[in-house]
């Protein structure tokens, strides 16, 4: 059949008329698979909702016991039958719990890769490359200028300057899931075994990711036991991006502001946010690692779901690759 | 060049001037020779390259890249080497290693203008991407990372446990890749001897007058001389060598072939260099804003030469001939100065007058009402003092005049950094004005100092609640003729300004005070400001 006949975009995300289910929708729909946790892909709301066991726990961390109707956990691997389309989710390397969905009726597969990496991330299972007629990707970082370095590196810079200045509280903002623990686990494997202070927007998540079984050494709340300033002096404090330009910030002694994300590439990007220290750690995919999957998984034919559409679908036309872009909306193209 | 690079990509994100001279001066301790030599070059601006012309690295990049993707790339960096120090792909096979700043440097140095161009696609091949940006920014001369000669020397300064003015004196009689200077600096060789004449020698510096400094020192024993608005420099003419330093130590030469060409005397003064006539040939002396027009030129045309002759203000002598007099009084030198600048060309040296006095009552007096507008307060010396580098408090004294005031409105404020990077804390202030017959206010300044921290808690707090409109970091507040903030500004000065939409800039502004007892409709007018550059010029 024609991929457009199994899967196409329509406004509340992409939509399998076959299976009657969206993919990530952003508005509540009665059937939803969601690929990861993140907010903007896994809404609350819906009546159904099909994702890994992972994904369904962050849901519920997240919006509380009553995130939706009924939920059903899906192992990686399992094939499910949804009205007679085949249903399979597949590791994506973005965040724990993150899969690919792969949707199949007569004959026709597509894989929707939500978001995803191909780089070695602590925190999560790694991206399986899933052969498909269709594959559709993401693009957030889809621009040649996108080469995100080696992520050990990036970590070494951190434990340098906290040598260099010992006086002052590294701050570093991460999105709560994922990205922190990720930078968390990245610290620890370089041998950085300090405490590690954390955002209240954190605790639940960081507690999660370690009840599966990732070790995050130790961690204590950023909270001032007494009026002491003083008591950060030299620490890596983590917490959500916004935070650090919140009155949140003022418990520390001279913070040195640090930004962990693929954006941090341009210097511009860390200026304007008055970022001392960028650390470019991205859950996402670079521009090598995006035409390395859509070579490797040898498809015939590309969609661009968000991000640079523009640069990736040209990139499949000089590739010989049919490419277009879906124009999906809804989604945080800055999200990281 | 990868070391060099991290500490260039450090130095841009970096506010805080401790830190940045932490950074320089860790690198300098870490990198060997000659990379640091070449970096210092690089930083304070005395490396000599032919230049790369951006058209060619675009050409380089485009032998293997799709037009239509780099055009891409380079719409979201907006900044050409950086857009082509992250897309460079080097060809299948080669793995970046890293090429030592100093062999880049001498290379290029070395090549010809025909092997220009496979040089540098070679090294872009054997850079990672931060070394490259590096290595781009250097070949096309774009470096501009915020850090100022001086603060590397400071930082030179820092590692060698030296003070700054040590540095300051021998850095014009050094050259790029600076090998003796850093043994030097590194305990492993003795101060640099110099054979280049007509170094810059540290200046003398005054303290301001504050609360009772005055108190029980005896005005017979100062001599005063107006402080005039227009920038301190050093003038040099040693064995046939002329050269004319700022204060700092930075050769400003090549603006001022005027004032050089006159100087037929043989010695070292010091003095303010202005624009306008002499009081030895009886014209006014002109405004900073007048003098502007002829700083940070590499040339000067002739008609810059002829509306705006230069000339100094001899104040004091360092070098008589070529003896030191440093060691003599302030009189004895005075007497030497005299008999140098009477000898001198009378439109472009006269002395610095003294202005008699007999009580401190008298010269705050003569302070607050100076006899020229471009008299901007007064220099106190003490008679018996020798010339002395640095900033010692008691021999010199600077009594500036009064700092000037407006009330203007908060427009827009923007977070700050560091300690302060979860404060509004870069205030950008307006006045009122008519466009097009609506009352309107039009930025004048911004101003990031003055208050005390309970009045930033003030200024943030109203910042967070009164935001209008966002731009990344920067917030937009109401400012409405019966609801906003007045802030009283105080500025050393007014500059006609192109670049600014109000037509002024004020020099040095701060906040002075929170006028939450006055509404915005009660703050200055733009033709307040305008009256106070008319009535200087």
């Given at each position: 059949m024609k991929p457009d006949a199994l899967l196409y975009p329509a406004p509340k995300g992409l939509y399998c008329e076959i299976g009657d289910f969206y993919i990530d929708p952003v508005q509540p729909v009665d059937r939803a698979l969601i690929t990861h946790g993140h907010s903007d892909h896994a809404r609350s709301g819906h009546g159904q909702v099909l994702a890994t066991r992972e994904t369904l726990d962050i849901m519920r961390i997240r919006y509380?016991?009553?995130?939706?109707?009924t939920s059903q956990a899906v192992a990686l691997g399992e094939t499910i039958t949804v009205n007679g389309v085949e249903v399979r989710f597949h590791p994506a390397g973005h965040v724990l719990g993150s899969a690919q969905i792969s949707v199949m009726a007569k004959g026709t597969r597509i894989v929707v890769s939500g978001d995803y990496k191909r780089r070695r991330d602590p925190t999560c299972l790694a991206f399986e490359p899933v052969p498909c007629d269709v594959f559709i990707t993401e693009a957030?970082?889809?621009?040649?200028v996108f080469h995100h370095p080696d992520d050990r590196a990036e970590m070494q810079k951190l434990l340098t300057s906290l040598k260099q200045f010992p006086e002052r509280t590294h701050v570093v903002g991460a999105y709560a899931l994922g990205k922190a623990q990720r930078v968390i686990a990245l610290l620890r494997e370089q041998g950085y075994d300090e405490p590690i202070y954390i955002h209240g927007a954190l605790q639940k998540l960081c507690d999660y990711y370690r009840s599966e079984g990732i070790d995050l050494g130790e961690i204590r709340p950023a909270?001032?036991?007494?009026?002491?300033?003083?008591?950060?002096?030299g620490t890596v404090v983590i917490g959500p991006p916004a935070a650090f330009a919140d009155r949140w910030a003022r418990r520390f002694v001279d913070p040195l502001a640090i930004f962990a994300s693929g954006w941090m590439m341009i210097r511009q990007r860390a200026k304007q946010r008055g970022v001392e220290l960028p650390l470019v750690i991205s859950d996402h995919c670079d521009w090598p690692e995006l035409t390395r999957t859509i070579r490797e998984i040898g498809t015939s034919q590309v969609w661009v779901t968000h991000g640079r559409e523009e640069a990736l679908v040209r990139w499949c036309e000089l590739e010989g690759i049919a490419a277009r872009p879906l124009h999906l909306v809804g989604y945080d193209d800055e999200g990281e | 060049m990868k070391a060099f690079a991290e500490l260039l990509d450090r130095l841009v994100l970096t506010p805080q001037r401790n830190a940045k001279i932490r950074l320089l001066a860790d690198y300098f301790v870490t990198a060997p020779d000659p990379d640091r030599g070449y970096a210092l070059a690089a930083i304070a601006g005395t490396l000599s390259l032919a230049t790369v012309k951006p058209a060619m690295i675009r050409d380089l990049l485009l032998e293997r890249m799709d037009e239509v993707l780099f055009r891409y790339s380079y719409d979201y960096v907006g900044d050409l080497a950086e857009t082509v120090s992250l897309v460079w792909e080097p060809p299948e096979g080669v793995v970046p290693d890293d090429i030592p700043l100093g062999d880049a440097i001498e290379t290029l140095q070395t090549t010809g203008r025909a092997n220009v161009r496979s040089i540098v696609r070679d090294m872009l091949d054997r850079l990672d991407t931060s070394a490259r940006f590096a290595f781009l920014k250097l070949v096309t001369g774009g470096l501009r990372i915020g850090v100022s000669a001086k603060l590397a020397k400071q930082a030179l300064a820092e590692m060698g446990s030296k003070d700054v003015t040590e540095i300051e004196t021998l850095w014009h009689g050094l050259a790029p890749p600076y090998l003796p200077l850093f043994q030097w600096l590194a305990g492993e060789a003795d101060r640099p001897v110099l054979s280049t004449p007509a170094v810059f020698h540290s200046v003398m510096l005054a303290t301001p007058v504050g609360e009772g400094d005055l108190d029980g020192l005896d005005p017979k024993d100062f001599a005063a001389e107006w402080k005039w608005d227009g920038i301190r420099v050093q003038l040099a003419n040693i064995g046939g060598t002329r050269r004319l330093y700022s204060r700092s130590g930075d050769e400003i030469s090549s603006a001022f072939p005027d004032v050089l060409e006159a100087a037929d005397f043989s010695g070292v003064i010091d003095g303010e260099l202005l624009v306008g006539g002499t009081a030895r040939t009886n014209r006014a002396t002109r405004t900073f804003s007048d003098l502007q027009q002829r700083l940070n030129r590499k040339t000067v045309s002739h008609k810059m030469l002829d509306e705006y002759p230069a000339f100094i203000r001899a104040y004091d002598v360092l070098f008589s001939g070529e003896t030191d007099v440093r060691a003599e009084d302030f009189l004895a030198r005075r007497a030497m100065l005299g008999d140098l600048v009477e000898r001198a060309s009378p439109q472009h040296f006269d002395l610095s007058p003294l202005v008699p006095f007999s009580s401190w009552e008298e010269l705050d007096q003569l302070r607050s009402e100076p006899p020229d507008p471009v008299i901007e307060g007064i220099m106190l010396k003490r008679l018996d003092s020798p010339y002395t580098a640095g900033r010692a408090k008691g021999p010199w004294f600077k009594w500036k005049r009064a700092a000037y005031n407006v009330d203007a409105v908060l427009m827009y404020a923007q977070r700050g950094h560091?300690?302060?990077?979860?404060?509004?804390?870069d205030f950008t202030f307006g006045v009122w004005t008519e466009i097009d017959g609506m009352e309107t206010l039009v930025p004048v300044g911004k101003a990031y100092f003055g208050f005390t921290d309970a009045e930033l808690e003030i200024l943030d707090r109203f910042v967070r609640d009164n935001t209008t409109e966002r731009f990344g970091p920067v917030r937009a507040v109401r400012a409405e003729p019966d609801f906003g903030f007045v802030l009283e500004v105080a500025f050393e000065g007014l500059n006609r300004s192109t670049r600014h939409k109000s037509g002024v800039a004020m020099r040095f502004p701060r906040i002075a005070r929170l006028r939450q007892d006055k509404l915005p409709h009660e703050a200055d007018r733009l033709a307040t400001l305008q009256a106070m550059i008319e009535s200087k010029s």
């Open positions: 509380g016991e009553g995130f939706c109707g957030t970082f889809g621009l040649p909270t001032l036991a007494a009026d002491d300033k003083q008591d950060f002096a | 560091g300690k302060r990077s979860s404060y509004y804390s």
